[in-house]
């Protein structure tokens, strides 16, 4: 399976920040990513998909870029509702696998 | 508008089994592979399996794997999950959802339930 290493686990920021999650595959996966926001006691939502793609429907402030084995989220701008825990999910191949999450919290 | 919506979670003993389902609407059900993943607080998000838009192809984590089977029923719009053999480790919030397109491989999953809890415990 392929390993995923997400970071940092964790970070605080204000509104207003730029903040940069980073998603490393143990191999190569195109880009064969997406990102992920989930909220305490809701599903996950699509940010990002193809590893760059904005999903319709969200803010312009998300963005991703990268491909292979290195790939970021950058949230520029922080709104008070972008605090949650974003993960990268890999879907170059079965089994899909998570990095271990990432919890933006307010500074 | 697509939904998904999941039942059956409930408090088990390890060792017994459970069935969740899931019900979509807004969307060809036929058309798409369906997915079942899982969300607990130590381990956080876990893909579980997958099952092809026919129900001919399934996939499964290796933590599931031998223990649980993924089935739909196309004419009723309905996805499930028989889970048996329960351990502990299996207490999550289980989700299913669908990807953006109608492709075998997956490129985004774009529409998730609103979940069942599944409890494990003695």
């Known amino acids: 399976a392929i390993q995923m290493t997400q970071s940092p686990s964790s970070l605080s920021a204000s509104i207003g920040d730029t903040v940069t999650i980073t998603c490393r595959t143990s191999h190569g996966i195109r880009n064969d990513l997406g990102w992920y926001q989930q909220k305490p006691g809701k599903a996950p939502k699509l940010l990002i998909y193809?590893?760059?793609t904005l999903q319709s429907g969200v803010p312009s402030r998300f963005s991703g870029s990268g491909s292979d084995t290195y790939f970021t989220l950058t949230i520029s701008s922080l709104q008070p509702e972008d605090f949650a825990t974003y993960y990268c999910l890999h879907d170059f191949s079965y089994p899909l696998t998570f990095g271990g999450g990432t919890r933006v919290d307010i500074k | 508008e697509v939904q998904l919506l999941e039942s059956g979670g409930h408090l088990v003993q390890p060792g017994e089994s459970l069935r969740v389902s899931c019900v979509g609407s807004?969307?060809?059900?036929?058309?798409?592979?369906l997915m079942w993943f899982r969300h607990s607080p130590v381990k956080g998000l876990e893909w579980v399996s997958v099952i092809s838009a026919g129900g001919d192809y399934t996939y499964y984590a290796d933590s599931v794997k031998g223990r649980f089977t993924i089935s739909r029923d196309n004419s009723n719009n309905t996805l499930h999950l028989q889970m048996n053999s329960l351990r502990v480790e299996d207490t999550a919030i289980y989700y299913c959802a669908k990807d953006r397109t109608s492709d075998w491989s997956p490129s985004g999953l774009d529409s998730w339930g609103q979940g069942t809890l599944v409890t494990v415990s003695s």
């Open positions: 807004g969307f060809t059900f036929g058309s798409f592979a």
């Open positions: 193809g590893a760059s």
